[in-house]
């Protein structure tokens, strides 16, 4: 029986090949002109997000990459040296969701990874979804092992995008194209995948517990072919008892000698220093260090080769989508930090990751019928110790540390009440006890009023605002209380908005200590690369200020499709400009 299996399956993967060689082993023609798109459209948008890439980390590094990555997104693409989240909660759905919509988190909802669900009282994880589980038995987080905090909050295998508000531009170039359009977001993340999918798309992700890519009955029935193809060929598996080593010579790296930075995590024996092991596949985290290290990018870029060959992404008569998010930079710099040895080598082999994915797109499709975006989720504060070695202050924050029993006290005295008030704070929100609010005839606004009086008497508070200050308006026009306003949804944000002094930040991951945590609305975590290449785009460097929301308007206007319905801003001059010369 399993024999059988296993013979029509490689035969299938033989028929597959023959045809593949037959019919699209060179690129594909030009589209031919249709309506509002440039001409000619591209066959394929391919959206690639580095999970934690800040801004200035590929030019940091670039001495030492190679050719066909990072080079030929700066060679042939332009480039904006300036661009910004510009929101508070730089967390990963929240500037996913945005990259894929256009729209701020007040309008697409997805306002932290994590929000308090107001009718059960409950801790939601943005994208899960109990009506559609996980097609894999056994594929569901695993507690045990877990160590992203914001996981372990899905209390069901469940994901779906129906927490999504409004359309993605991958929605929106399913509605123009009649749903011919093919859809797909790939991510060893769920939520890097789901999102930008959106709701028409179809996702896959990795799951650490199975060690395989899984999606939910959202997405399929049953899974096709060629996802229970590369799952059987088990290349987790490969690197058991096998290590993360540098690429290159020591002494080439930028932090050569400074592998061993005492603020660097050593997760379960993955130690501070080259080379990290991986451990036998049998190991209870073996799976969950092949995403703390290149590896995982590694098995996402393999992924995503089998899918654009068995889907024939760029091969139709419309133009495709194929989103393919990168974790390993996120896990890898929240371990050791942006200024690490861990995180210079990771990005070189990132590097050549996107070297070698650009180079299969120029075989399958050609460059020039492809339009590549490349952008991140958010960027990333350095950890303190390295800043304080520079004489610069930060610090991490350790809010259950402080000592709140006089504010509450203070708040319970004044209100005449002996419950308690905040029912939750899920950084950047406190949540306010509404039924005791309720109960006691309280008036809301004073009440947040008081409990933002207390807060900002705490030094590691730089501000906190509360939600019926930020309904009114008659707040100071900064940027950070335009960022807060951006993150605002009624339903989900917290009712009062906490932001630490710069370069201040929790790092205690659910138990595990990390070198660095995004999240603020300060600059290092807004910062991040925007990059569109292929077609007939030339290498351009732009330094006027521009927003990760202008990007999904700028492919819609692209492919001639109308803009994601939350859309805050408009194209790109100089990419539309650039492609229509
Ligand atoms: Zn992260």
């Given amino acids: ?27 594909a023609d030009p589209l ?59 967390e990963t759905i929240v500037g996913h969701t945005t990259l894929a919509t256009g729209a701020d988190p007040a309008e697409h909802g997805m306002i932290g990874n994590v929000w308090l669900d107001r009718k059960t009282g409950t801790l939601t994880y943005n994208i899960e979804d109990a ?9 569901d987080v695993n507690k045990a092992t877990e160590i992203d905090p914001t996981q372990k909050v899905a209390s069901t295998d469940g994901r779906s995008p129906a927490a999504i508000l409004g359309s993605t531009f991958s929605d929106e170039l399913a509605i123009y194209t009649a749903g011919r359009a093919k859809i797909f977001g790939v991510s060893i993340k769920d939520r890097g995948a789901v999102s930008m999918a959106g709701h028409a798309g179809k996702a896959f992700w990795f799951s650490k517990a199975s060690g395989e890519f899984v999606t939910s009955s959202y997405y399929y029935d049953h899974y096709p072919a060629w996802v229970n193809e590369w799952n059987q060929q088990k290349l987790p598996s490969a ?9 290159h010579d020591k002494s080439s790296y930028l932090f050569g000698d400074a592998d061993d930075q005492p603020w660097e ?11 990290h092991p991986y451990g036998p596949a049998t190991g209870k985290y073996f799976t969950t260090r092949l995403t703390l290290s290149p590896v995982g990018d590694d098995l996402t870029l393999s992924f995503a080769k089998m899918l654009i060959d068995a889907e024939q992404l760029g091969q139709h008569e419309v133009t495709d989508y194929l989103s ?41 499709v050609g460059l020039k019928n492809v339009l590549i975006v490349l952008s991140a989720d958010h960027g990333a504060p350095e950890a303190p110790g390295y800043l304080n070695s520079l004489g610069i202050p930060a610090k991490y924050v350790t809010p259950e540390q402080w000592d709140k029993q006089p504010a509450i006290s203070a708040l319970k005295r004044k209100f005449g009440i002996s419950k308690e008030l905040i029912q939750a704070y899920r950084h950047p929100y406190v949540y306010l006890n509404r039924e005791v609010i309720r109960e006691k005839g309280l008036d809301q606004s004073v009440v947040e009023k008081a409990v933002v009086e207390e807060l900002m008497k705490f030094d590691d508070v730089a501000l906190a ?16 209380i335009q960022s807060a306003l951006r993150n605002f949804n009624p339903e989900r944000s917290g009712d009062i908005f906490v932001v630490f002094q710069q370069h201040y930040f929790i790092n205690e991951f659910d138990g595990l200590t990390v070198a660095v945590t995004h999240g603020s609305p300060w600059r290092y975590d807004t910062f991040v690369p925007v990059v569109f290449a292929g077609g007939k785009l030339a290498a351009q460097r732009v330094y006027r200020p521009i927003e990760t929301v202008d990007i999904a308007p700028t492919l819609a206007a692209i492919v001639g499709a109308k803009p994601p319905s939350g859309s805050r801003s408009g194209p790109l001059p100089e990419v539309l400009q650039g492609l229509t010369r």
């Avoid at 605002?465 to 950070?480: D, F, H, K, M, Y």
């Fill in 265 to 275: 995590t050593d997760f379960a024996g993955y130690g501070r220093v080259f080379p």
């Fill in 32 to 90: 031919p002109p249709t309506g509002d798109a440039v001409e000619p459209a591209p066959r394929l948008v391919l959206q690639i997000t580095v999970d934690q890439l800040r801004g200035d980390l590929p030019g940091r590094f670039v001495k030492n990459m190679g050719e066909g990555g990072f080079r030929y997104l700066m060679d042939h693409g332009v480039w904006y040296a300036d661009a910004h989240h510009a929101h508070a909660n730089t």
């Fill in 239 to 247: 690197y058991s008892d096998k290590s993360w080593e540098l690429m």
């Fill in 131 to 139: 009506k559609y589980h996980i097609l894999t038995p056994g594929a």
């Fill in 1 to 27: 029986m399993k024999n059988t299996r296993t013979q029509n399956l490689m035969a299938a993967a033989l028929v597959a090949a023959l045809a593949f060689a037959t019919t699209a082993s060179r690129a």
């Fill in 465 to 480: 605002v509360s939600s019926t200050a930020l309904r009114e308006g008659n707040l100071p026009n900064t940027q950070i």
């Fill in 324 to 364: 393919v998010s990168f974790s390993s930079t996120d896990y890898v710099g929240h371990l050791f930090g942006p200024s690490s040895l861990e995180a210079e080598d990771n990005l070189l082999r990132l590097d050549r990751t996107l070297a070698d994915l650009f180079a299969y797109v120029e075989k399958r």
